[in-house]
């Protein structure tokens, strides 16, 4: 008898125990990490990783595309805001023409047409833009899956090789992306590539923000500054002419900081003025609400902007010019195989 009870005391600390449940621990932006797993048909799992600085900043970044899923920043009340408009989950992020925070290559922007020229070989591209490619084709690297490192609490390495032919461009190449979180409360993006043969590129990441908060329900309040003189002028496909055109009188000019135009569709490519070391503010924005400002800090020559009426929010995708294949005029973008492509890119928050 006394053997039959222990049996069954013991049994019933057994379903009890099955019966509890595993309360996860959310990130301090509310993310449940086992939402963002998934499976690739590779036998790759994405998930969800977290960087921190000593001061409390938090950025998540997932595999798929290396994005930038939410970044927390305090406001002028001290209050922890995420500024990254993004998903609480996987799902909308396999969508292969959604860019949301995700490393755009090999060629961020449009390409014109379906050949390219180098070395006098042609190579046809992928299209996913009517007759233009965007974003490096149906599946840039914003639907690949990026190997992640995690050296430290506030830095990931992320690496990809893109095989030749892939989207339709040359050469093998190798990228390595490296995120950290200063204690600047800044993001740094420092991107790396080498190829085998020769090809173009041009990387860049197209992280929406709201300074609002990411929930916030319109860009009003926001104002910017773009240290942009000039732009490159599109057709109607969003296809640059080749020409240079000054923003002086434009509803493009953002010289000084002033109130952002809401009513405007800003899909455009500025041409900095002072690109090169990095370590010169080429733009920011500052929500009046919140009181949070970011300013950008590239190597790279352009950037474009873009808002996004649907979502509230806006793009400083730091990069090279659209197009620039087909452009003589515009900054090569050719990658050699002695070469090494170099660029940094650092959004820096602060309290206005």
Same mark, same amino acid.
């Given at each position: 008898?006394?053997?039959?009870?222990?049996v069954?005391?013991?049994?019933?600390?057994?379903i009890?125990?099955?019966?509890?449940?595993?309360i996860?621990?959310?990130t301090?932006?509310g993310?449940?990490p086992?939402?963002?797993?998934?499976?690739?048909?590779e036998?790759?799992?994405?998930?969800?990783?977290?960087?921190?600085?000593?001061?409390?900043?938090?950025?998540?970044?997932?595999?798929?595309?290396a994005?930038?899923?939410?970044?927390?920043?305090?406001?002028? +009340? *001290?209050?922890?805001?995420?500024?990254?408009?993004?998903? &609480?989950?996987?799902?909308?992020? $396999?969508? %292969? =023409? /959604?860019y949301?925070?995700?490393?755009l290559?090999?060629? +961020? *922007?449009?390409?014109a047409?379906?050949?390219?020229?180098? &070395?006098?070989?042609?190579?046809? $591209?992928r %299209? =996913? /833009?009517?007759?233009?490619?965007?974003?490096?084709?149906?599946? *840039?690297?914003?639907?690949?899956?990026?190997?992640?490192?995690?050296p430290?609490?506030?830095? $990931?390495?992320?690496?990809?090789?893109?095989?030749?032919?892939?989207?339709?461009?040359? *050469?093998?190449?190798?990228?390595?992306?490296?995120?950290t979180?200063?204690?600047?409360?800044a993001?740094?993006?420092?991107?790396?590539?080498?190829?085998?043969?020769?090809?173009?590129i041009?990387?860049?990441?197209?992280?929406?923000?709201?300074?609002?908060?990411?929930?916030?329900?319109?860009?009003?309040?926001h104002?910017?500054?773009?240290?942009?003189?000039?732009?490159?002028?599109?057709?109607?496909?969003?296809?640059?002419?080749?020409?240079?055109?000054?923003?002086?009188?434009?509803?493009?000019?953002?010289?000084?900081?002033?109130?952002?135009?809401?009513?405007?569709?800003?899909?455009l490519?500025?041409?900095?003025?002072?690109?090169?070391?990095?370590?010169?503010?080429?733009?920011?924005?500052?929500?009046?609400?919140t009181?949070?400002?970011?300013?950008?800090?590239?190597?790279?020559p352009?950037?474009?902007?873009?808002?996004d009426q649907?979502?509230?929010?806006?793009?400083?995708?730091?990069?090279h010019?659209?197009?620039?294949?087909?452009q003589?005029k515009?900054?090569?973008?050719i990658?050699?195989?002695?070469?090494?492509?170099?660029?940094?890119?650092?959004?820096?928050f602060?309290?206005?």
């Open positions: 008898m006394k053997k039959c009870l222990l069954c005391f013991a049994m019933s600390l057994f009890v125990s099955c019966k509890k449940e595993v996860e621990t959310q301090l932006s993310l449940l086992s939402k963002f797993t998934y499976h690739t048909e036998g790759d799992t994405n998930r969800l990783y977290i960087m921190k600085n000593a001061k409390g900043m938090e950025v998540t970044v997932i595999n798929w595309g994005r930038i899923v939410s970044a927390m920043v305090p406001d002028k +009340a *001290g209050k922890w805001q995420n500024v990254v408009v993004g998903y &609480d989950s996987i799902e909308p992020y $396999l969508k %292969l =023409n /959604d949301h925070g995700a490393v290559g090999r060629y +961020a *922007g449009r390409i047409g379906e050949t390219i020229l180098l &070395d006098r070989v042609t190579y046809r $591209l %299209l =996913n /833009d009517g007759k233009n490619m965007l974003n490096g084709g149906p599946r *840039g690297f914003s639907a690949q899956y990026f190997t992640i490192e995690q430290n609490d506030q830095s $990931l390495i992320c690496s990809y090789f893109s095989k030749e032919d892939e989207e339709g461009f040359p *050469g093998n190449l190798q990228v390595t992306v490296t995120y979180v200063t204690e600047e409360n993001i740094r993006i420092d991107y790396q590539a080498v190829s085998n043969p020769a090809t173009f041009n990387l860049s990441n197209q992280s929406y923000f709201n300074l609002s908060g990411a929930a916030a329900s319109t860009l009003e309040g104002r910017l500054f773009v240290d942009a003189s000039t732009y490159t002028p599109t057709r109607d496909d969003l296809i640059p002419t080749g020409a240079f055109a000054k923003v002086k009188g434009t509803p493009l000019d953002y010289t000084t900081l002033r109130p952002l135009n809401i009513k405007y569709n800003y899909d490519n500025y041409v900095l003025n002072k690109p090169g070391k990095g370590d010169k503010m080429v733009a920011k924005a500052v929500s009046d609400s009181g949070i400002s970011m300013e950008v800090y590239t190597t790279e352009g950037m474009q902007f873009y808002t649907s979502d509230p929010s806006f793009c400083m995708a730091t990069q010019f659209p197009d620039s294949p087909h003589a515009f900054p090569s973008t990658l050699r195989v002695d070469s090494t492509f170099k660029s940094q890119t650092v959004y820096k602060g309290i206005e």
